[in-house]
């Protein structure tokens, strides 16, 4: 059974920088693909970034795109968001999650909250 546990969240201010964790368990890691979503108060879970073929290859929303990195440790079975030039829009509860590719996810987290102050 695959367990993934996120953490890292927490309010920052615009401008600022938070790096969110996932540590997995139950799965071999590099064979995987990983992502974070998120999701905002009275909106629908939106994908933010993914990371596949063994960090080879990496997606992201175009909301995000030059200020979040992802990416994963083998390892320490761990993928990363490195999140900045954090925005009020940001603010959501981030979800990590794996499958076999990015269009197919089969095990989600529990979700950390990340709010982003004016």
């Known amino acids: 059974q695959v367990q993934l546990v996120e953490s890292g969240g927490g309010l920052v201010q615009a401008g600022g920088s938070l790096r969110l964790s996932c540590a997995a368990s139950?799965?071999?890691?590099?064979?995987?693909?990983w992502g974070w979503f998120r999701q905002a108060p009275g909106k629908e879970r939106e994908f933010v970034a993914g990371?596949?073929?063994?960090?080879?290859?990496?997606r992201y929303a175009d909301s995000v795109k030059g200020r979040f990195i992802i990416s994963q440790n083998n390892a320490k079975n761990t993928v990363y968001l490195q999140m900045n030039s954090l925005k009020p829009d940001d603010t959501a509860v981030y979800y990590c999650?794996?499958?076999?590719?990015?269009?197919?996810?089969?095990?989600w987290g529990q979700g950390t909250q990340v709010t982003v102050s004016s």
């Open positions: 999650t794996t499958g076999r590719t990015l269009a197919e996810y089969d095990s």
């Open positions: 139950g799965r071999t890691f590099g064979t995987y693909a």
């Open positions: 990371i596949a073929w063994g960090g080879g290859y990496t």
